[in-house]
């Protein structure tokens, strides 16, 4: 495959990872970033030292500051803004008026209140407009591993098989395998459900408890993914994979991760506030949290794990008591959980 010319939008860690993996399959690489300190630093210093401070950028990566610069004449465009600056970011791209070969998302989200995966999100704004190849790019991939050039796994998926062939090809080297998959709502589903699941192991782990009660959370929170995207349309063979079980693994396990690390600091007692400030990130877990709350209401779905979590973070609930509530449940059948 020739050298394309590529956009990235967005140069926090994720998106810098994966422009560091486009330029070492020969693509040209333009990053966009919000702040021009941060553009100038990585074009003179080849460095993102406030979200990815142990990565250099290959040379074949420029960074500006103006999308319309960012995606002119590209063959495929990579958002990787948080969920709350998808609807912007997509507005811009309507703003530029350039017709755009491939468009991967790999934001990892739920939104609150109208309960849109990203994907729909970019419809409602109108993303159709310029492209109408549309892929989510979703797996267990941890920005700082990526960026080390270390073996990782992820998945294309698109309602367009030829779309997510070609992001296939537009990123697989043989330190970043790619699969693809057409179930995009299962993909997109899951990369956002398990930030939730994560900041409950956080929260167990925070409160000193160990192994098992991990092993419990992840086990019922992957029952729980699987019951609620399966009754929005999802293949439940997709929780099984790299979008769903891959990711709730190394979400729920790493260092990296910081929804586990927000969960840890609220079982410490952290108030949500502070916790958001230190971390200095987004952390999609929280709203995400919110929304799937709302969606399960919506769809008749229980979702005990999440409800717990959403009354530590937003009804003032102690994490020891939201605990206790979970393990006091009536007694159930553990193959009862796709009913």
Not at 26 to 48: F, P, Y
Not at 142 to 151: I, K, T
Not at 268 to 286: A, C, F, H, I
Request: hydrophobic letters at 40%; glycine letters at 8%; proline letters at 3%.
């Amino acid at each position: 495959m020739g050298a394309k010319k590529v956009a990235v939008l967005g140069a926090g860690s994720w998106g810098t990872a994966l422009a560091i993996v486009l330029a070492d399959n020969g693509h040209d690489v333009m990053i966009w970033a919000r702040r021009h300190s941060q553009a100038k630093e990585m074009n003179e210093h080849k460095t993102n030292e406030q979200y990815l401070s142990d990565a250099f950028l290959p040379e074949n990566i420029q960074v500006t500051t103006n999308v319309s610069e960012a995606i002119v004449e590209c063959e495929a465009v990579i958002i990787s803004v948080p969920t709350s600056g998808i609807r912007e970011m997509t507005r811009q791209l309507l703003k530029a008026d350039v017709k755009i070969p491939l468009i991967v998302h790999a934001t990892k989200g739920i939104e609150p209140n109208t309960l849109f995966r990203v994907s729909e999100m970019m419809k409602e704004e109108g993303i159709n407009e310029v492209s109408d190849d549309i892929v989510v790019l979703s797996g267990p991939s941890h920005a700082e591993e990526v960026a080390q050039r270390q073996p990782t796994t992820v998945t294309v998926s698109s309602q367009i098989m030829d779309a997510a062939k070609r992001s296939q090809n537009l990123f697989m080297n043989t330190r970043f395998r790619v699969y693809t998959s057409q179930d995009m709502v299962g993909v997109e589903l899951g990369g956002a459900l398990k930030n939730v699941m994560a900041l409950g192991v956080g929260l167990a782990e925070g409160l000193g408890y160990g192994d098992n009660a991990r092993a419990a959370i992840m086990t019922r929170g992957i029952a729980e993914m699987t019951r609620l995207g399966t009754k929005l349309g999802a293949d439940p063979l997709t929780f099984a994979g790299l979008s769903g079980l891959g990711d709730l693994i190394v979400t729920c396990t790493s260092k990296y991760s910081r929804n586990w690390r927000a969960g840890y600091q609220l079982g410490r007692e952290t108030p949500l506030d502070q916790v958001l400030e230190e971390m200095g990130m987004v952390v999609e877990g929280v709203k995400t949290t919110q929304a799937v709350s709302q969606m399960a209401k919506r769809e008749g779905v229980e979702v005990p794990i999440t409800s717990a979590i959403y009354d530590v973070l937003f009804n003032g609930q102690s994490p020891v008591q939201a605990g206790r509530l979970l393990m006091d449940r009536d007694p159930k059948k553990e193959t009862e959980h796709l009913q």
